[in-house]
Nanobody
Framework: QVQLVESGGGAVEAGGSLRLSCAVT????????MAWLRQAPGKERRDVAR???????TYVDDVKGRFTISKDSATNTLYLQMDSLKPEDTGMYYC????????????WGQGILVTVSS
């Protein structure tokens, strides 16, 4: 059974940085397409960044140049480095995994809150 556990969220002022971590247990992280998704208050959950099995990375336009997704196969951990944070980055951040990036995510973390104040 694959489990995903996020950590590293919190409150920060605009312009600050946070790094989210997602610890993966049950299977090697290299077997999956991994992603970070965000659900802002009152809005639908949507992709922020993805990294596939070949380490091909995609970002949603409004985080390009500010956020960096990465993974460490040795520790089975997914990361999201978030710099130059804006109030609109506020929301619940979820780690997710799927075998094929084009498919729906099979596994989800519980979510972690990021709050950016102006």
């Amino acid at each position: 059974q694959v489990q995903l556990v996020e950590s590293g969220g919190g409150a920060v002022e605009a312009g600050g940085s946070l790094r989210l971590s997602c610890a993966v247990t049950g299977d090697p992280i290299s077997d999956y397409c991994m992603a970070w998704l965000r659900q802002a208050p009152g809005k639908e959950r949507r992709d922020v960044a993805r990294i596939d099995k070949s380490d091909y990375i995609t970002y949603v336009d409004d985080v390009k140049g500010r956020f960096t997704i990465s993974k460490d196969s040795a520790t089975n951990t997914l990361y999201l480095q978030m710099d130059s944070l804006k109030p609109e980055d506020t929301g619940m951040y979820y780690c997710a995994a799927t075998y094929v990036c084009e498919d729906r995510f099979e596994y989800w973390g519980q979510g972690i809150l990021v709050t950016v104040s102006s």
